[in-house]
């Protein structure tokens, strides 16, 4: 057993929705003025009614506490951590995913000891450091050199230690030039640098770390996952949240999906990123019930009854790694509405607002063109691959090329998530514009 | 936070009502400095008479009470200089105000810090009351200064008597300063649940000050109010600072003694309010 470096034990924390932002002392007095004359409306009217408070009291005692009011505690509380069990031997590098809320942070910040849990334990047989951001503690008027003792400390490195490994961390985060400008100064790339190669430099037995890869420029990126290869390959346990299944999958050799507060999974990486895809099916934006849409355009006929995005296996999908080809499905219904159809199109628009293109059956076959009065029209997106991010697709159906009957704008959408698409290890960011390029590279020496 | 032979660390909701982590607080007390020094660099950063302001603070301070209170309203100062009088009393009182505002802050202030990284949280207040030491040094030079210039220079200077109790003024700070992070602690605990905390506080102080013999002697209290004014710990300590700095002020074993006991009871009670309020304080504030 001695190989375990951790051990969480049905691992527990529940949040009082109500606790959650201040409450002021009169909400306090209030709630206490209300639990002592009850909420019944009788013990109300006997304030009122100039009885004493012995007798309102009395009154209160006799009709019992109300069970609506028990009811909506238990409603105000949620749990964000239920009963989480698993173990993590030492050297491994385990990844946690799971959708927002599920868990993850909340898991962290008791593990790096930030909050209690309600329940349950956990054992951490060996230092943590943890690093649920970066730069935390920095001081904008301070100097680079300052910050990286102050932050260096703040993550619970001792002077003497910073002292050694100073010139290292200058040189990693490639500041050099100014390190003795306040970092007020600097601009949000220099900042995260730093930030970056003092957390770098700790040398903890066990790291937890939150998504703090996703900063900084591409190249930068590629150096901090170069640097926590490193980390692992030197024994140490990380473990490590992040939304980036292809970091997840590269860096990992277990991995845990968490699903509204429970372990949904916990093995190999390419399993648990597959149960997370399927677990995360966003019903609401995957798919779309036509027939009452919102967003219909003004004096459209409803002839549109079901739009759903799906995946290779015809499945209902939300999630999509850069080089799967989403398949969108369009249901309609024309009969006693108008006497023909001609087309159906689509529109893909980036979350943001940039409009990615469009495709519709026109363009598909040659004329005559006929669409049968009732029917199904499925697209398949096979060119071009699309960079991360969040896409929304329009859909409408026309008569004729310049005559529409249906449009309901933005009624599904569907996520891309990075994938080494280039086979190099060069990741793409929602940054990057739309649209992944492909292209051959030619380099001369001259 | 149990720690076994080797590293051993086991995450569980504590009970117990005063736990402390001592062997925390040691290994980060390089931090400790660190954040002294962050205060005191960061603090007068774009000003441009930097820590000239801990003399300008109270000596404007010192010159609206002796034009409102020793002109105005001609209130007894025990015979001394007014000005004297009131910058002894500012001293005294400063330096326990500035821990007490310093560290009441402690949990709203440092909220982002304090939910990105565990660290023990006493660190925090324990640098703001050593911070707040320069501060205090400086303005002892000043009042020094003054009082070498009232003793020799003035006909006045014949009333001062500066005595051997000036020694005792560590005793007296460590007293203020372990006052001030009483309550300060207290606040801070409370304001991680109700905001309004951090409003009264400030109104507090002030109150507080205005019930302290800061701005008038103990000596000029009707008698049978000396024991109800003697419960406030502050007032011991102002009275011990004038006697030793100026020869003048009302200090008895009793009160003093009083004043340490009630001291460590708040301090011992705002450690268990503190300790119980950094559990979970991220989750509701």
Redesign the interface.
């Known amino acids: 057993m001695s190989d375990v470096i951790i051990t969480v034990d049905r691992?527990s924390k529940r949040?009082r929705l109500g606790?959650?932002?201040?409450?002021?002392?009169?909400e306090?007095a209030e709630r206490l003025w209300q639990r002592l004359r009850g909420r019944d409306p009788q013990a109300h009217m006997s304030r009122i009614g100039e009885k004493g408070l012995g007798a309102a009291l009395a009154e209160t005692r006799n009709s019992g506490r109300s069970g609506s009011s028990e009811r909506n505690d238990s409603l105000d509380e949620i749990w964000a951590l239920r009963d989480v069990s698993f173990e993590v031997k030492r050297g491994e590098v385990l990844g946690i995913i799971g959708r927002n809320g599920a868990g993850k942070s909340t898991l962290l910040?008791?593990?790096?000891?930030?909050?209690?849990?309600?329940?349950?334990?956990?054992?951490?047989?060996?230092?943590?450091a943890?690093l649920?951001?970066v730069g935390?503690?920095f001081?904008p008027?301070?100097t680079g050199r300052?910050n990286i003792?102050?932050n260096g400390?703040?993550?619970?490195m001792?002077?003497a230690e910073i002292d050694r490994k100073f010139d290292e961390i200058v040189a990693f985060s490639e500041v050099e030039r100014f390190i003795d400008t306040?970092v007020k100064r600097y601009s949000s790339g220099m900042y995260v640098r730093l930030a970056f190669a003092v957390a770098a430099h700790l040398e903890p037995?066990i790291l937890i770390l939150d998504e703090v890869l996703a900063v900084g420029d591409a190249a930068f990126q590629k150096k901090c996952l170069g640097k926590m290869g490193d980390v692992a390959k030197e024994g140490r346990t990380v473990l490590l949240v992040s939304h980036n299944m292809a970091t997840i999958q590269g860096l990992c050799g277990r991995c845990l999906v968490l699903e509204r507060g429970r372990v949904a999974f916990s093995g190999e990486p390419a399993v648990a990123v597959e149960v997370y895809m399927q677990n995360t099916i966003e019903c609401m934006t995957a798919f779309a019930d036509g027939r009452n849409h919102p967003n219909r355009q003004p004096g459209m006929a409803a002839i549109i009854e079901e739009v759903a995005v799906l995946d290779a296996a015809g499945k209902l999908c939300a999630d999509f790694f850069q080089e799967h080809h989403p398949r969108l499905r369009v249901r309609y219904n024309s009969r006693n509405v108008v006497p023909t159809l001609a087309g159906c199109g689509i529109a893909l628009e980036k979350a943001g607002g940039v409009r990615v293109g469009g495709f519709n059956s026109y363009m598909a076959f040659p004329p005559p063109h006929r669409l049968p009065a009732a029917g199904c029209v499925e697209f398949t997106l096979d060119m071009p691959h699309l960079t991360p991010g969040r896409y929304w697709v329009t859909v409408s159906l026309g008569s004729h090329q310049n005559h529409l009957v249906d449009k309901i704008t933005r009624c599904v959408a569907f996520d891309v998530h990075p994938s080494d698409i280039y086979g190099t290890g060069y990741i793409l960011t929602p940054a990057d514009g739309v649209v992944a390029l492909a292209c051959s590279v030619k380099v001369e020496e001259l | 936070?149990k720690t076994d032979s080797?590293?051993?660390?086991?995450?569980?909701?504590?009970c117990g009502w005063l736990r402390i982590d001592w062997q925390g607080l040691v290994?980060?007390r390089?931090?400790l400095f660190?954040?002294v020094?962050?205060d005191f660099?960061?603090q007068y950063?774009?000003t441009i008479l930097g820590p000239l302001w801990f003399i300008v603070q109270p000596l404007l301070t010192t010159l609206v009470f002796t034009v409102v209170f020793g002109k105005v309203a001609r209130i007894s100062t025990d015979g001394l200089p007014p000005m004297l009088f009131y910058l002894c009393g500012t001293l005294a009182w400063g330096y326990f105000a500035g821990c007490l505002g310093g560290t009441s802050i402690t949990f709203l202030s440092n909220a982002?810090?304090?939910?990105?990284?565990?660290?023990p949280r006493l660190i925090v207040p324990l640098s703001v009351v050593i911070s707040r030491l320069f501060a205090f040094g400086i303005q002892l030079a000043t009042f020094v200064a003054f009082l070498f210039y009232f003793k020799f220079f003035t006909a006045a200077g014949a009333a001062i008597h500066v005595r051997w109790a000036v020694l005792l003024l560590p005793a007296l700070l460590l007293h203020s300063a372990l006052l001030g992070l009483g309550v300060g602690l207290w606040i801070t605990a409370l304001t991680t649940?109700?905001?309004?905390?951090s409003y009264l506080s400030q109104f507090l102080t002030q109150l507080w000050m205005y019930a302290t013999p800061v701005i008038y002697p103990f000596s000029t209290i009707p008698e049978r109010w000396r024991g109800v004014v003697a419960l406030n710990p502050m007032t011991s300590i102002v009275e011990t600072y004038r006697c030793a700095f100026l020869g003048v002020g009302t200090v008895s074993a009793d009160y003093v003694a009083l004043s340490v006991l009630i001291t460590l009871v708040l301090l011992v009670t705002a450690l268990a309010a503190f300790s119980r309020a950094e559990?979970?304080f991220?989750?509701?504030?």
């Open positions: 691992l949040y606790q959650i932002g201040a409450t002021t002392l009169r306090f910040k008791m593990l790096s000891r930030i909050t209690e849990p309600t329940s349950g334990r956990a054992i951490i047989r060996g230092r943590v943890s649920l951001e935390t503690g001081h008027e301070l300052e003792y102050l400390a703040i993550l619970g001792r002077k306040p037995e | 936070m080797a590293y051993e660390l086991v995450v569980q909701p504590t290994h980060y390089d931090l660190l954040l020094r962050r660099l960061a950063k774009q982002g810090l304090f939910g990105k990284v565990y660290f649940k109700y905001r309004d905390f559990r979970t991220v989750d509701t504030i």
